[in-house]
């Protein structure tokens, strides 16, 4: 069994990455204990709460040191770039400007150990301001941090926060809108310097044959773009520069504009790299952990353990072609709407008459089957801006066709609303075929690097919405309505990751069954203030599940995906996982019955809770424990 067991580790570092073959070993863990394997049959820590600085069953100071060491000194104890903003001994006018003017496009945030964009998550202790008042608290932020890079970094965390009951997070980008790469008192494993990027020529997996794509789980979606564009081929990237392209991006589907030709992220991947909740470093594909392969392709990040890498498929590459739309109603009394009242692309339509934008709206929605079924997607947002003011744009996509090509599918949709009296003139010019990794890219991205308090609620409405005008037309009332009545912004992508489209291997991935069936992937959005009591933030939470009810009430056993969706998701378990679920919770389990990966909405997850002092619903800040039965 020894034997096998080396030979096995054996042959996965063979293949791996170089960061990959420097590994944990019983040279490491026989000098501290703390870092050792799991022994024995698994179960849950007897404590209910995980350790908490300060308490007795937090370590000392000297085994954090001697954790250090095992990790070749990459702990870090980092606090948040923000405190410079503050009066005390960490003020810095100059940090602070900086933070306030440039960082937000340079992607600054991304490169920090700690920050996640999304603020509320971690309690919004410490947003950066001008001249801030009050105090500067670390909140959710981790307490002490694993600049990882190598494997044997990552088992070692593993392995300390299992045996010290210590609270585990895994953070890549911090992109996450759900509060799941943050968490008070615990140990961070930071994946971002885990970056290496190879090219398996000749590779042969199951039926792919060909070039595939190795890389390490904290490659940036901007840096793969590159890593295409200087080897001419094209892999499955997102729609934003600096998210992950490996990651949570991956770990619970990941979209973007190839998403309805070749499918989600998750459906690429040929073989991945693990380092589980007992230590150990596994390879996954379909021959070997296979439960593993299953649950990582879809199943979510922060569950199962830490992916440290993805062999995933390359195609040839491909050409996109874009046309974009907009529908614009009631100039807004209010001068900052005023800017997104005019939108940026010039095929606009003005129209002063509520009932008729509507109209324009339902006509461009019912075209969206039309363009997942091309293998097309689209990206487009609606505003209201008060006062019946509303704006919308939208930029249609069609991977690897022709200009004559895209102007026939599109003709359709021009036609119908010239029936209804808007006359567009499809911008002719547009319709240039690019390639989908342009050119070489930098992390900037002016806006969406910035720190924020969005919230995302997801529906996916699947094809069976768009089967006759009758239950569009439903579907769609209760779609308006949230925006006219509720006031909510709407962001629409047009996804259809369908088996089909997945291909091999990914029907076989735990990707929510919904995303299968989707062609449209609706997010309303809306921001948290900063300033919200507990008790505020649980009324706006409900209101706003309240204004969503009709229109889960029209797409019955709908799901939602969980990337772009919101913690606070009724049903979670089947909105964000579908009939996948159970099997999921059997691997999570099975890998690990000592509750060491735990992250809000993540399978197996509503067995603890987040105690915070105040109450504040969804919140990092606050000591995990077990719910008590
Ligand atoms: C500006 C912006 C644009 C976006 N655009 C898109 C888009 O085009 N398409 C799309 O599908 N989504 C998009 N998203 C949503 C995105 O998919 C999620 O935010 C996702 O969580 C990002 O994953 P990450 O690894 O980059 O972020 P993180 O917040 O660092 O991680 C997210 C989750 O994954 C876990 N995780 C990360 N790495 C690992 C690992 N190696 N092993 C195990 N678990 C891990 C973390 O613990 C956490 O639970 C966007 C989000 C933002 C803020
Ligand atoms: C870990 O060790 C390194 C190298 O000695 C040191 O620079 C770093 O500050 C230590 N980390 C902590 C949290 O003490
Ligand atoms: C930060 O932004 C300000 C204002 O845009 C600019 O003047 C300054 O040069 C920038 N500083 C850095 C260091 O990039
Ligand atoms: C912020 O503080 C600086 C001095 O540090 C002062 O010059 C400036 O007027 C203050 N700004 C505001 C908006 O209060
Ligand atoms: C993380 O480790 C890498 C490699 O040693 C180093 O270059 C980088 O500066 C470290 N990051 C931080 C924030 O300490
Ligand atoms: C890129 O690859 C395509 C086909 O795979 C080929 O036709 C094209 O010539 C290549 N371009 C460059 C610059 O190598
Ligand atoms: C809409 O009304 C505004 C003034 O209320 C007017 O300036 C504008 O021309 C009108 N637009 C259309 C398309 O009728
Ligand atoms: C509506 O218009 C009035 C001015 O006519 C303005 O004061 C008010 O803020 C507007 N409402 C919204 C929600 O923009
Ligand atoms: C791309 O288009 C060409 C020509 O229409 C077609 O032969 C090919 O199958 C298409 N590729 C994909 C992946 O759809
Ligand atoms: C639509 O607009 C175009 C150009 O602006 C014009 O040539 C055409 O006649 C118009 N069609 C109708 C039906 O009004
Ligand atoms: C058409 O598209 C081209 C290229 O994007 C752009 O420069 C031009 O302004 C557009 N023209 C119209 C009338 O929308
Ligand atoms: C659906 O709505 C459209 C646009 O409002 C309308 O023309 C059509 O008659 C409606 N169809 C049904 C079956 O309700």
Redesign the pocket.
């Known amino acids: 069994m020894r034997k096998l067991c080396f030979l096995f580790l054996a042959s996965a570092a063979q293949a791996a990455l170089e960061f990959e073959s420097v590994l944990l070993t019983t040279e490491h863990t026989k000098g501290f204990r703390a870092v050792e394997f799991a022994k024995g049959e698994g179960r849950l820590p007897k404590a209910r709460c995980k350790a908490w600085p300060g308490s007795n069953d937090w370590p000392s100071d000297f085994e954090?040191?001697l954790f250090?060491?095992t990790?070749?000194?990459?702990?870090?104890?980092p606090t948040t770039p923000s405190i410079a903003c503050y009066r005390g001994p960490d003020f810095n006018a100059a940090t602070c400007s900086y933070l306030l003017n440039n960082a937000t496009n340079n992607g600054f945030w991304i490169d920090d150990p700690v920050t996640v964009l999304t603020q509320w998550t971690q309690g919004g202790t410490c947003m950066p301001a001008l001249n801030a008042t009050g105090t500067c608290t670390h909140g959710g932020f981790p307490h002490?941090v694993v600049n990882a890079t190598t494997v044997k970094h990552v088992q070692a965390a593993v392995n300390y926060a299992r045996n010290k009951n210590i609270r585990l997070i895994i953070k890549n980008t911090g992109h996450d809108f759900g509060g799941r790469s943050v968490g008070a008192g615990s140990l961070s494993i930071w994946t971002h310097n885990l970056n290496a990027f190879e090219l398996l020529k000749g590779y042969k997996k199951g039926s792919y044959s060909g070039t595939a794509a190795h890389f390490g789980s904290g490659l940036l979606n901007w840096q793969l773009f590159n890593e295409m564009f200087r080897n001419n081929l094209t892999i499955v990237g997102g729609g934003q520069r600096t998210i992950g392209a490996n990651g949570g991006w991956m770990a619970s589907g990941g979209h973007g504009h190839l998403t309805s030709l070749y499918g989600l992220a998750a459906d690429q991947v040929l073989e991945l790299r693990v380092v589980t909740a007992d230590g150990r470093y596994l390879v996954a594909d379909e021959e070997q952990n296979t439960d593993l392969f299953y649950a990582l392709r879809g199943g979510g990040g922060s569950t199962y353990g830490v992916v440290t890498s993805v062999i995933v498929k390359t195609y040839p590459p491909v050409t996109l072609i874009s046309s974009s739309l907009g529908i614009a109603c009631n100039p807004p009394p209010d001068t900052n709407a005023r800017a997104r009242y005019a939108p940026l692309d010039s095929n606009t339509k003005f129209v002063n008459n509520t009932d008729r934008f509507w109209n324009a709206i339902s006509i461009y929605f019912r075209f969206k089957r039309s363009i997942v079924l091309a293998g097309g997607t689209d990206w487009d947002y609606l505003y209201p801006l008060g006062n019946n003011s509303y704006s919308f744009r939208t930029r249609i996509t069609f991977p690897n066709t022709s200009a004559t090509a895209a102007e026939a599918l599109l003709k359709p949709l021009y036609d119908n609303l010239l029936r209804a009296g808007f006359n567009f003139t499809l911008n002719r010019t547009e319709l240039v075929p690019v390639p989908y990794f342009g050119t070489a890219l930098t992390p900037s991205s002016p806006g969406s690097n910035g720190l924020q308090n969005t919230r995302y609620r997801s529906r996916l409405i699947p094809h069976d919405n768009f089967a006759t005008d009758a239950i569009f037309n439903r579907t769609f009332a209760a779609m308006r309505s949230i925006t006219e009545q509720g006031g909510l912004t709407l962001h629409g992508l047009s996804i259809g990751p369908s088996a089909k489209a997945a291909g091999y291997p990914g029907t076989t991935a735990a990707v929510n069954p919904a995303l299968r069936e989707n062609v449209l992937h609706l997010c309303y959005m809306t921001t948290q203030p900063s300033s919200f009591t507990a008790q505020q933030a649980r009324d706006e939470e409900a209101h706003v599940n309240k204004l969503l009810k009709p229109l889960r009430d029209i797409t019955p056993g709908a799901g939602s995906y969980m990337n772009e969706g919101d913690p606070g998701e009724p049903d979670w378990q089947w909105s964000f996982y579908g009939a996948h679920y159970r099997s999921l919770l059997r691997v999570k389990r099975r890998r690990d019955p000592w509750g060491v990966f735990w992250a809000p909405t993540t399978v197996g997850s509503e067995g603890w809770e987040v105690v915070t002092l105040d109450g504040y619903p969804r919140s990092q800040n606050g000591r995990l424990c077990r719910v008590e039965q």
Not at 71 to 77: F, I, M, N, S, Y
């Open positions: 954090w040191r250090n060491a990790l070749d000194g990459a702990l870090l104890k002490f």
